[in-house]
């Protein structure tokens, strides 16, 4: 029996599901289209249907239609695999049929919820004060339906006896965050004392997941509340909401982000339903927590510009602070929207566009980078012909630019600190090497460091995919003893393997046909033969013009040893430095005397 995988490929053609997303150009045998990864000019994404995989030439990324639709999608592997049986109507079986049903549950109740608050925000008669609310904030019909948004009765119970009346056991409606557990001790004989309904008297906002799926909510005290309550309380982090990776909104905004190029990061749940709804679709906010790392990688999938709309007299906080730290490090291009400069009053995204929906647009066009934002501030601030002026504006921006991990950029910073504060670039830089920034910076700090060894693994990886490339269009037993004596090391685990195989294989049957190898192929791992039709296909576009493989084959092997010992080079220069560093004159005497073995064995 097929598995799903296996079931959906046969189903599902790849030209027919690239070209629903982007268009497609015969090129030969193969269709062709600008990259939807990467911004280029000429198009280096190249599509095969007779291998059914898709590669791009300019930032490398490839795979199979489950690759592609994570990609475009932002999916995981099993948010994919969810799109696709769909799509094709494949059924998928239950893995773990117990967590499955648990999510499901919780997805279930949500979903349940959700329903239930809207109907109240539309039937009660204290739900028709919040629409008139929500209506007077800007937020129309529309909006409403589609972000769902909610009503929250003041009632203790009004949800969780709705729940349980819907068949839902205590723990499953506790485990969705819907409710707050009472502490141990207030236990009644009453089962629904055990605990409350956490939203009363509140506007609900449904989080939705990437997929759109309801996870979570956030309630806003309702208009007239006394203001010693929360203004906002969130849903508690469940086994369906990851706070640290959830963004309100990307659901309907990942596809814009990545057309347009970049992404607008507000703070509130209004500011993103408001810019929306004036089609500024790109745009997100964090929910329930600051944003996190992990946010970031998320963001990273779609676009490296990001533009903070964050109220900027809060640049005290750290929240903020941290959340810039944060942009910069992760290597965004970063430009801030900053709000209520000169006037004392906080004006909000949602308001602005509330008034003048254009404002929102030029505000957005304007935006500075955040460089240059500090820069002027704090230029603003201190006295840049003053020692102490220099001296204080030196302090707030050094250690901002440690942090940039591109070099060539924070030498542009350095150069333009230099001419402003008339000193020179040279006491800039050595005062930067000075600074010492908290740990977590350090990490980053050597993985610049080792930057050009990671240009040569790069090398190395493109290098060993065509070694096992041309093996494979001409496999040759001796060049395969070559290699084993040569003492090759494949860096990728995967091509080892397919190496080892091949091997294996060769030995066996030294005079197989095309039959043969064929039915030697399709034992491999799905993984592997997945690999090595994209190695394949690398091959036939990049290569087509090699007469004689052995001799081209050779070349490669060469190049690779030469290669390796240059990457163990830099591997080792960097050991040496840390031993500098720390005066180990033992270690570092050793690592000297095997650079130069290597180097001696580079000129040979
Ligand atoms: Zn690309």
Redesign the pocket.
């Given at each position: 029996m097929l598995s799903p995988v296996d079931e959906i490929k046969n189903k599902l053609d790849i030209i027919e599901l690239i070209s629903g997303y982007i268009k497609l150009q015969k090129a030969g045998r193969n269709w062709r289209a600008n990259?939807p990864?990467?911004s280029?000019k000429t198009p280096?994404?190249m599509v095969s249907p007779e291998r059914q995989i898709w590669h791009?030439f300019?930032?490398g990324?490839g795979g199979d239609v489950f690759s592609f639709v994570k990609e475009i999608e932002g999916l995981d592997f099993t948010g994919a695999l969810r799109l696709l049986a769909q799509r094709t109507g494949v059924t998928l079986k239950k893995q773990d049929p117990k967590i499955k049903s648990e999510k499901e549950k919780l997805y279930e109740i949500c979903e349940l919820s959700a329903k239930f608050f809207s109907k109240q925000l539309a039937a009660s008669g204290a739900g028709a004060k919040i629409n008139k609310y929500l209506q007077a904030r800007g937020i129309n019909n529309e909006s409403i339906s589609q972000w769902r948004l909610g009503f929250a009765p003041d009632d203790w119970r009004a949800l969780s006896d709705f729940l349980r009346s819907r068949g839902y056991k205590d723990q499953e409606i506790i485990a969705s965050g819907v409710v707050v557990e009472k502490e141990i001790g207030a236990e009644n004989k009453d089962q629904r004392q055990k605990y409350y309904d956490r939203f009363r008297n509140r506007i609900i906002f449904p989080i939705f997941d990437i997929n759109g799926q309801i996870v979570g909510f956030a309630g806003r005290v309702a208009p007239g509340e006394k203001e010693d309550t929360a203004k906002y309380i969130n849903t508690p982090q469940t086994m369906i909401y990851d706070k640290s990776r959830l963004l309100y909104g990307l659901n309907w905004a990942k596809t814009e982000i990545r057309k347009q190029d970049f992404v607008v990061l507000v703070e509130g749940n209004t500011d993103v339903i408001m810019a929306q709804q004036h089609d500024f679709l790109n745009t997100v906010a964090s929910s329930g927590t600051a944003l996190t790392a992990d946010h970031l990688k998320i963001i990273k999938r779609f676009t490296n510009n990001l533009i903070l709309a964050f109220d900027m007299d809060a640049a005290g906080d750290m929240a903020t602070k941290r959340a810039i730290d944060l942009t910069i490090e992760s290597g965004f291009n970063v430009k801030i929207i900053p709000f209520a400069k000169e006037k004392k009053e906080k004006i909000d995204p949602a308001d602005i566009l509330k008034s003048d929906p254009k404002k929102w647009g030029k505000i957005i066009n304007s935006a500075t980078g955040i460089i240059e934002f500090y820069f002027s501030s704090v230029l603003a601030k201190y006295d840049p012909t003053e020692v102490g002026g220099k001296k204080e504006i030196a302090r707030i921006i050094l250690p901002l630019l440690k942090k940039i991990p591109d070099a060539i950029e924070r030498n542009h910073w350095i150069q333009k600190l230099s001419e402003r504060i008339k000193t020179s670039e040279k006491i800039l830089t050595d005062a930067i090497k000075n600074i010492v920034l908290p740990k977590e910076f350090k990490k980053n700090q050597v993985a610049e460091f080792s930057n050009s060894a990671k240009k040569i693994k790069n090398r190395l990886a493109n290098l060993e995919e065509e070694i096992i490339g041309l093996l494979i269009t001409a496999p040759d037993e001796k060049i395969i003893k070559e290699i084993n004596s040569a003492n090759i090391e494949f860096i990728n685990p995967q091509l080892k393997e397919i190496f080892n195989e091949l091997g294996g294989y060769l030995i066996k049957n030294p005079a197989g046909d095309e039959a043969d190898f064929k039915k030697w192929k399709s034992k491999l791992l799905p993984e592997l033969n997945l690999l090595i039709e994209q190695i394949l296909f690398k091959l036939e576009i990049q290569r087509s013009d090699i007469d004689n493989f052995n001799n081209h084959l050779h070349n490669c092997i060469k190049e690779f040893k030469k290669e390796k010992t240059r990457y163990q080079m830099v591997a080792l220069k960097i050991e040496i430095n840390e031993c500098e560093k720390n005066e180990n004159k033992e270690k570092l005497a050793k690592h000297l005397k095997k650079f130069n073995q290597l180097a001696s064995r580079m000129n040979e």
């Open positions: 990259c990864f990467h280029e280096s994404f791009c300019g930032c990324k």
